[in-house]
């Protein structure tokens, strides 16, 4: 194990021309990552189905399945057996290490996904929010045994929200799993059933027709994840298993030639595999980090080296948008760092403002927005404290034309321009301003979501950064 604050800082040794070079030569060669989220109405069968994915991909050793279920059955959850081979990445959190998503990672025949755990219950929405906001694609587990997916879909469940959330923080790519088909005797009506009230409502959230996909599977009896052997399941369905469909997903373009971006989702000091020292995770949304380099932490005035990148528990020279990324820095204090900073070379800075306006889809709020309207702002893993200052226009849903200038409130489901004042603005103080940037220039930086009393009230992205 490399001990991060003992080695010199090293040298920049690669020019970003040779680090592209190698990037397309290993794009070539080497299985593509894609980072991975999955989502749904609690007890759909989430923690199931991954586990038991890992387990059939030969992720999980049996001898950990069979201390899993030995664990499980001393607490009276013996179908739990592959649910714990997942969430035995919780251990980590336990262990004070990482705080908010745990990651893991699988291979398919052609593709390598790094798999970002987002706890389904309500509590845990800002947590979810936090790792769909890093994912590519999402898959959507509902449950199809009778009456359950309505209950997930309907009035208070997580199904819709999950969607409109990810959807919202830019995930385009959607896989649904409708699962316990098991428990319906593998009924193709109620298969098409949950089809035609899910399709339509993707749709309209945004998810293109063909970047929608759905496959009836079993995680407790692992049909149709991996192989399919259920004669009721195969005498109306033929087309992929879920591990297909994931294996054939198209590879997202990653903005290599953009300013670096690294919104932090953790900050810890500790040891992880193969290094020790003051490191955050996070993402690299855009750009390229290398060892040696010398990054801002915004907001504030300091900067560290990066001394060590970790991706997928390896050491790495560099890393490149899309990696999710440990990244061991010197020559900067912990209380510099926080959730939320954002990495970037200190020549491209991120704006660091409290002021902002956005362009909006308004969800379901209880309350309509008003002028004055006091929100949660969720930007990657940060969330703070602010208000909806002014409604400056509703905009036409499809082609975004100004319909009315200044209305007097926003109605559900309606799309408006808004600006946006963080509460903290006029304390002053850290918290008083955040980096953030319009959509037009990051798009990753620029997306942002509003909740209000645990439940999200708006999303969308921003327009212009103001003071
Ligand atoms: P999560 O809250 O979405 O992670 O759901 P879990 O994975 O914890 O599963 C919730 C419950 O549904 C557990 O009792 C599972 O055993 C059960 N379950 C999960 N998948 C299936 C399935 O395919 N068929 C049936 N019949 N039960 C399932």
């Not at 059955?73 to 004070?96: N, P, V």
């Not at 399709?199 to 929608?212: A, R, V, W």
């Not at 002014?390 to 321009?417: F, H, I």
Request: aromatic content about 6%; hydrophobic content about 40%.
């Amino acid at each position: 194990r490399m001990k991060v604050d003992e080695e010199p800082a090293p040298a920049i040794i690669m020019s970003k021309e040779k680090i592209l070079k190698e990037v397309k030569a290993k794009a070539a060669t080497e299985k593509p990552v894609l980072s991975l989220v999955v989502i749904g109405h609690v007890d759909a069968g989430k923690s199931t189905l991954m586990g038991r994915v890992l387990h059939e991909l030969g992720e999980t050793t049996d001898r950990e399945v069979a201390s899993n279920q030995r664990q499980s059955e001393k607490i009276g959850k013996g179908s739990f057996a592959y649910a714990w081979t997942f969430d035995a990445m919780d251990e980590e959190r336990e262990r004070g290490v990482t705080i908010d998503v745990a990651i893991d990672t699988f291979s398919t025949q052609r593709k390598r996904f790094t798999l970002i755990d987002a706890p389904g219950h309500r509590d845990f929405v800002p947590n979810m929010i936090s790792g769909a906001a890093q994912a590519d694609v999402a898959i959507l587990v509902v449950d199809g045994a009778s009456g359950a997916f309505e209950k997930g879909f309907e009035g208070g469940g997580q199904t819709r929200e999950h969607a409109l959330l990810v959807r919202s923080l830019g995930v385009q790519q959607i896989i649904v799993a409708v699962n316990k088909l098991d428990a319906v005797r593998w009924s193709e009506v109620r298969y098409k059933n949950i089809f035609d009230q899910l399709f339509p409502f993707l749709t309209d959230i945004g998810f293109m027709p063909h970047k929608i996909t759905f496959v009836p599977v079993s995680a407790s009896t692992g049909e149709n994840l991996t192989k399919q052997t259920n004669e009721l399941l195969r005498a109306w369905y033929d087309g992929p298993t879920l591990v297909e469909e994931l294996d054939s997903l198209p590879v997202p373009t990653r903005a290599l030639d953009v300013a670096l971006r690294i919104p932090v989702s953790n900050v810890f000091k500790g040891q992880s595999a193969t290094a020790s020292g003051l490191a955050v995770t996070g993402r690299v949304e855009s750009g390229i980090v290398q060892v040696g380099e010398k990054l801002a932490a915004l907001p504030g005035d300091e900067s560290g080296i990066v001394r060590a990148l970790e991706v997928n528990g390896e050491l790495v020279p560099y890393a490149t948008a899309g990696a999710n990324a440990t990244i061991f820095l010197s020559g900067i204090e912990a209380n510099q760092l926080s959730v939320g900073s954002v990495l970037c070379p200190r020549s491209q800075p991120v704006p660091v403002v409290s002021t902002f306006t956005a362009q909006v889809l308004v969800f379901e709020p209880k309350h309509p927005i008003t002028a004055g309207y006091a929100v949660e702002l969720f930007h990657h893993s940060r969330d703070i404290p602010a208000s909806i200052v002014a409604l400056e226009a509703m905009l036409d849903k499809t082609t975004g034309k100004v319909t009315k200038t200044s209305p007097r409130m926003l109605p559900k489901n309606s799309s408006a321009r808004i600006r946006v004042q963080l509460r903290n603005a006029t304390t002053g103080g850290r918290s008083g301003a955040i980096p953030i940037e319009p959509f037009s220039v990051n798009k990753a930086m620029g997306r942002v979501l509003f909740r209000r009393n645990g439940e999200t009230v708006a999303a969308g992205i921003v327009l212009e950064t103001l003071q």
